[in-house]
């Protein structure tokens, strides 16, 4: 498994008034840390740049994904048992909605998976269509051995 520390920044939106601009960013990452120094980088930098206000509110829960997981170990042999072949298994700062989860349930073994997808969060983003019917059968396989599992 591939598990690396990945950290980005969207500039989401700008507000105007007739004395202010407003910028948004949303920030996001595999670590809280690394998100939290994102964070700060990114005050740092308005704040060299003359800023009268800079802070940082809100945020998605970091998540770092468990490499012993009884539920990544099902999925990788569904995924093996149904294509023939070893899925590629990185870890990297998508999979948000894992974040919320393990916040309040920590216990949870998860994982995220999906389509292939090209220039996420950019006017050229675009999605792998086979990719989707893929996902789609191995979400089934993998829900139909979690439930023989039991």
């Known amino acids: ?41 990114i005050e740092a ?27 990544l170990k099902l999925a990788v042999s569904q995924w093996k048992a149904l294509y023939g072949v070893e899925p590629k298994v990185e870890a990297i700062h998508a999979g948000l909605e894992c974040g919320l989860f393990l916040k309040v349930r920590p216990d949870m073994e998860m994982i995220s998976y999906g389509p292939t997808l090209k220039d996420v969060h950019s006017p050229r983003e675009r999605c792998h269509i086979p990719a989707v019917q893929k996902g789609w059968d191995f979400t089934v396989a993998l829900l139909n051995a979690i439930a023989a599992d039991k």
């Open 45 to 71: 930098l308005f704040t060299l740049a003359g800023a009268k206000e800079v802070k940082s509110e809100g945020s998605y829960q970091g998540w770092a994904p468990n490499a012993e997981s009884e539920l």
């Open 1 to 41: 498994m591939l598990c690396r520390s990945a950290s980005s920044t969207n500039f989401a939106s700008v507000k105007t008034n007739a004395s202010d601009i407003y910028l948004e960013f949303f920030s996001r990452s595999s670590t809280e840390s690394s998100k939290d120094e994102l964070a700060l980088q």
